[in-house]
């Protein structure tokens, strides 16, 4: 399962992109391409385990 907070857009901070990007919900941005491995569960990496942006949200630090 892959991150909720992951999402993919087209457009954004102004700009269009042929392909979807990695946006981050949490963050308000777009995310670097292994960031976003990471968010999607890939290489044996969990996004509930080895992302700390997912873990703070999920347990309230920040807000």
Do not use: K
Request: charged share 35%; proline share 5%; glycine share 8%.
């Amino acid at each position: 399962m892959s991150c909720p907070h992951l999402e993919y857009r087209q457009e954004g901070d102004g700009r269009t992109f042929d392909e979807p990007r990695a946006y981050c919900t949490v963050t308000d941005g777009f995310v670097q391409p292994m960031r976003a491995d990471v968010c999607n569960d890939r290489y044996d990496l969990d996004h509930a385990e080895h992302c700390e942006i997912y873990r703070d949200a999920e347990s309230g630090v920040g807000e």
